[in-house]
Nanobody, 120 residues
Framework: QVQLVESGGGLVQPGGSLRLSCVAS????????MGWYRQAPGKQREVVAS???????NYADSVKGRFTFSRDNAKNTVYLQMNSLKPEDTAVYYC??????????????WGQGTQVTVSS
């Protein structure tokens, strides 16, 4: 069983920064992909950023140029650096890991989420 533990959320003023962390219970190299998602009240969960096993990243248009997805392999940890935060970034942020099997099936693992609130 995979465990993902997020931290780093909080209350920040517009224009401020936060760095989210996600520690995995096993090597992040064992995952085919990892991602950060968010869910705002009354809205569906959406992908914010993703990273493939070879380190390629993709970002939602709404966060491009402001958020950066990175990883520390030795610490089994991925990060989401969030700069120039806006009120519309307010949401619960979730870490996700995907394992793909040769059978064609895949498994998604989720952290418990961390609240990010951007408000003056």
């Amino acid at each position: 069983q995979v465990q993902l533990v997020e931290s780093g959320g909080g209350l920040v003023q517009p224009g401020g920064s936060l760095r989210l962390s996600c520690v995995a219970s096993r090597s992040i190299f064992s995952f085919n992909a990892m991602g950060w998602y968010r869910q705002a009240p009354g809205k569906q969960r959406e992908v914010v950023a993703s990273m493939s096993s070879d380190g390629r990243t993709n970002y939602a248009d709404s966060v491009k140029g402001r958020f950066t997805f990175s990883r520390d392999n030795a610490k089994n940890t991925v990060y989401l650096q969030m700069n120039s935060l806006k009120p519309e970034d307010t949401a619960v942020y979730y870490c996700n890991a995907v394992v793909m099997y040769v059978s064609g099936s895949n498994a998604h693992y989720w952290g418990q989420g961390t609240q990010v609130t951007v408000s003056s």
